[in-house]
């Protein structure tokens, strides 16, 4: 797992990260029954941009990428996905 954040200016920062899981619990089991375990590959990554308006207002913008990989389910649990997240940050008054 990476992630790091650029400053473009006073009021707005990049972002972006980069994550990946992989598992290999398989059980070379066949000749006793039933072979189990797990293998899987998991990818991800998010990129995003933050902007404040004053000193009260922020929003976020990200962008997240996923894939997922797992030859042991016969890919019936394979999966590639996107998400889109939004925020709006509001300080209360009298926060500093």
Do not use: C
Request: no cysteine; glycine share 10%; charged share 15%.
């Amino acid at each position: 797992m990476t992630s790091g954040t650029f400053v473009l200016d006073a009021r707005t920062d990049l972002s972006a990260g980069y994550s990946f899981s992989h598992a290999d619990f398989r059980q070379h089991n066949a000749s006793d029954g039933l072979p189990l375990g797990i293998v899987y590959t998991l990818h991800g990554l998010q990129a995003g941009v933050t902007r404040r308006f004053k000193h009260v207002v922020s929003s976020n913008l990200q962008y997240g990428f996923y894939n997922y990989r797992e030859p042991t389910g016969g890919t019936a649990q394979d999966y590639t996905a996107h998400a889109v997240f939004a925020s709006i940050t509001l300080k209360w008054p009298g926060e500093r």
